[in-house]
Nanobody, 124 residues
Framework: QVQLVESGGGLVQAGGSLRLSCAAS????????MGWFRQAPGKEREFVAT???????YFADSVKGRFTISRDNAKNTMYLQMNSLKPEDTAVYYC??????????????????WGQGTQVTVSS
């Protein structure tokens, strides 16, 4: 079992930045693929970014060039640095983890574990 706890959400103006963190426990962090999804009101949950156990990164087209993802295996923590934020980035952001990395069709598939979510609100 893996427990995931997000932090770092909040309210920011358009063009601003936020950094989300996801602390993991319960399993060897370095062996997990980690990443983020988000869900805006009235919309389905969508893939944002992922980082594999070897450090390879993938991003949704909507955030490429603005978001970066990283991990610190010594701290069992993953980060999402969000720059040049837009109002359409407003959503609940969920940390996720998977034991096996599956990626096709431009998105990370079927994470095994989820955090509780953290709200990100970007004002115009």
């Amino acid at each position: 079992q893996v427990q995931l706890v997000e932090s770092g959400g909040g309210l920011v103006q358009a063009g601003g930045s936020l950094r989300l963190s996801c602390a993991a426990s319960g399993r060897t962090f370095s062996s997990l693929a980690m990443g983020w999804f988000r869900q805006a009101p009235g919309k389905e949950r969508e893939f944002v970014a992922t980082i594999t156990s070897s450090g390879r990164t993938y991003f949704a087209d909507s955030v490429k060039g603005r978001f970066t993802i990283s991990r610190d295996n010594a701290k069992n923590t993953m980060y999402l640095q969000m720059n040049s934020l837009k109002p359409e980035d407003t959503a609940v952001y969920y940390c996720a983890a998977s034991l096996r990395f599956t990626y096709y069709g431009g998105r990370w598939r079927n994470p095994d574990y989820w955090g509780q979510g953290t709200q990100v609100t970007v004002s115009s």
